[in-house]
């Protein structure tokens, strides 16, 4: 099938018949480009798919503008499977109400992931990602199906630039994804396997602050839905790359002297307690003592605060999401290690 987004030929044409975002629908073939033209919903999330992509590639160097197309051309064989009763294109017929549902969400998730392609403090920064799709085996025969197709997605972030700086932090990050998702394991990249057959899932590395030349802040989020459960789960980690160092943030690089990890812990329960009063669940702050102090969990970007990131069901009933505890620089500033400042701002 003809591809039908700006990839190859960016639109197939201008004139005559009836336009469903980004192609002439007079033209449309099969029954995926055919759904797009007639529910209002998933054209119109096309329309944000075109101009996105058209956006996301604007003053991309050679190398990552041919990365990003290739990368458009995965995602769209993805998409008319992701969302079929058995994971293959439809050569036939018509999407389903479900289907169609299914389409709005997936179209939506990649517009998100192409949005994360700009200009970041002069560094220009494009997204890259994987996707796998197969069939659930638990739900095979089921026609009601709401999940009869496995749907994973794996994006993360590349920096365009030929400097060796930029080709080591590149590496860093498909590590981090590496760590993340089987989809980045090149001798199963199209294949799903039997454990995650029967679970959606959406992970992505996004950069949440550069600060000044040597560090790069990551965020990586991950999501996971296990079909037929009530509601999916998250999570959210940081990853802190010291540039000049090609490493990623120890806890030592911003704390030390005798007694910090306590004083951490102490200063963090003050702060859960006072943000989340009787919302607040946890037996024994002790419990807490490995996560306060591990550098995944430090969110580095305010200039005001340590906030410490806690996971859903962590320190709170899920309806509280992932919450944060803030602890001032300021009552910090005796337990800091004395490069710290230069950790901070980038030095």
């Known amino acids: 099938m003809r591809l039908v987004f700006f990839v190859v030929l960016l639109l197939i044409g201008t004139s005559g018949g ?3 975002a980004s192609f002439d629908c007079a033209k449309a073939q099969g029954p995926f480009e055919q759904a797009i033209c007639t529910n209002p919903e998933l054209s119109a999330a096309d329309e944000r798919l075109a101009r996105t992509y058209e956006t996301a590639i604007g003053g991309l160097t050679k190398p990552a503008l041919s990365a990003l197309r290739a990368d458009q051309r995965t995602w769209l064989a993805y998409a008319q499977r992701a969302c079929t009763p058995e994971g293959k294109a439809l050569e036939s017929g018509a999407y389903s109400e479900q289907g169609i549902a299914c389409l709005v969400e997936v179209f939506g998730r990649r517009s998100a992931v192409l949005e994360t392609s700009r200009m970041m403090d002069g560094r220009r920064v494009y997204p890259l990602s994987r996707y796998g799709a197969a069939p659930d085996p638990e739900e095979a025969g089921n026609p009601d199906s709401y999940w009869p197709v496995a749907k994973h997605e794996m994006s993360y972030v590349q920096i365009d630039g030929t400097a060796p700086a930029d080709a080591r932090f590149n590496a860093f990050v498909l590590a981090e994804a590496e760590r993340m998702s089987s989809l980045m394991d090149p001798d199963k990249a199209s294949e799903i396997g039997a454990e995650d057959r029967s679970s959606d899932t959406v992970n992505s590395i ?26 999916g789960n998250y999570g959210v980690r940081y990853v802190h790359y010291l540039v000049d160092e090609d490493r990623a943030l120890a806890a030592s690089d911003l704390f030390a002297g005798k007694g910090w990890e306590k004083a951490l812990l102490e200063l963090t329960m003050a702060a859960l307690k006072a943000d989340l009063g009787d919302w607040l669940m946890l037996d024994d702050p002790q419990d807490l003592a490995d996560v306060v102090t591990d550098p995944a969990r430090w969110d580095l970007s305010d200039n005001y605060d340590l906030v410490i990131q806690f996971q859903p ?8 999401g992932a919450p944060v505890a803030r602890i001032s620089w300021a009552a910090l500033e005796p337990y800091l290690a004395e490069g710290a400042d230069a950790i901070r701002y980038g030095f």
């Open 313 to 320: 069901y962590e320190v709170a009933a899920y309806a509280y």
């Open 206 to 231: 996004v950069v949440k602050e550069l600060a000044g030349g040597n560090r790069i802040s990551l965020k990586q989020d991950g999501y996971w839905f296990g079909h037929g459960a009530a509601h």
């Open 18 to 20: 009836a336009f469903a």
